[in-house]
């Protein structure tokens, strides 16, 4: 995919410079005997809606052959490209700290750069930068500059826990869409080789991401699952969220005071006021204050006891007061009297 990519780059780098005063886009395997720099690495940047080009022996050569009326590629037994410069092009060459202006004749950067009496050894890279108004050349052995790509980026997918659907089923809130981005990296070579290829920022990202709502929402929780997290709306009702990631909506918060009972102690039976058994998560309820049937999740406001699941299944009690089941009377006994939090369920 890389070499279809670095024709494709070539192609625009020709179209846009064969009719200019820029650098034509010809390349040459030059011999090693004519030209003494032909093993510098090449890069083309500053071609508009290009990246950097390299010229290296990752190309596609039969694929560089079917471009020969724009690139020139003979097989000589020595590879390595070469840049050709168009006749009156300003240069300007920077090497070894120092700075030479040339204007280019029919030649290449090998020549010109023989002409200059500027040698690049076989580990140098030369820069070819098209962005001003003429070309510059940069030849140097560690070397850093910037290179802007357009980039495909798939979409990924964000989920989103809430508690308007029910735990297990999800929705798409927004349907993903694949798109391009405008990358730009910087690039280092040392001793005439690739060191690193940072990510600097992005831009112009026309991907769009899906969005996938998924439901965390439970009608109760296990005994050992605890709050984790309470938000509250302005109309008292709100949401409890587990440790578990599940969720449960209630009504309304009440303050209330907590006691306890058992079966055969102080007058109970094992029937509730409802018919039921009675058992853990049974709750006795002042009938005006909370119905009957009213599911519940109770915690003792100093944190010491969670009852967790119940339900207003009993009665026997006056005012704001829940009495809690357990299953022995030495548990009422350590239970006492506690202020407590009831959330109000929904059926």
């Excluded at 690193?196 to 026309?206: A, G, H, I, L």
């Excluded at 996938?212 to 050992?224: C, D, E, H, I, Y």
């Excluded at 303050?255 to 049974?282: I, K």
């Amino acid at each position: 995919m890389k070499k279809h990519f670095l024709l494709k780059q070539l192609h625009a780098f020709w179209k846009r410079y064969s009719v200019s005063a820029f650098i034509a886009a010809a390349v040459a395997c030059v011999c090693l005997l004519t030209v003494g720099n032909a093993d510098a690495l090449y890069i083309l940047t500053g071609a508009d809606d290009s990246s950097a080009i390299v010229l290296d022996d990752t190309a596609d050569k039969e694929a560089v052959r079917d471009l020969s009326s724009q690139l020139v590629y003979v097989d000589s037994g020595n590879d390595g490209y070469e840049v050709t410069l168009k006749a009156g092009q300003t240069v300007t060459i920077h090497s070894g700290g120092a700075q030479v202006t040339a204007l280019a004749g029919s030649e290449t950067v090998s020549e010109l750069l023989n002409r200059v009496n500027i040698h690049p050894e076989a580990t140098d890279v030369i820069l070819v930068d098209l962005s001003g108004t003429g070309a510059t050349l940069v030849v140097a052995s560690d070397l850093t500059f910037y290179d802007e790509a357009v980039e495909s980026v798939p979409f990924k997918t964000i989920r989103k826990a809430t508690s308007e659907l029910p735990q297990g089923t999800q929705k798409v809130l927004q349907a993903g869409k694949n798109g391009t981005r405008a990358a730009t990296y910087k690039v280092t070579y040392a001793d005439g080789k690739l060191v690193s290829r940072e990510f600097v920022k992005q831009s112009d990202c026309t991907t769009v991401d899906e969005i996938v709502a998924v439901g965390t929402s439970v009608s109760s929780v296990t005994s050992g699952d605890r709050i984790s997290n309470i938000s509250k709306n302005a109309d008292g009702g709100g949401v409890l969220t587990f440790r578990s990631g599940a969720t449960m909506k209630f009504s309304s918060a009440k303050s209330m005071t907590a006691t306890a009972y058992t079966s055969g102690s102080g007058g109970a039976d094992g029937r509730t006021a409802t018919g039921t058994a009675v058992h853990v998560g049974t709750v006795a309820v002042d009938r005006n204050v909370i119905p009957l049937g009213t599911r519940m999740y109770i915690v003792t406001n100093d944190g010491q006891y969670v009852y967790g699941m119940a339900a207003a299944e009993d009665t026997g009690v006056r005012g704001k007061v829940v009495d809690l089941y357990y299953d022995s009377y030495s548990q009422c006994i350590r239970f006492g009297r506690r202020a407590c939090t009831v959330y109000i369920l929904g059926k």
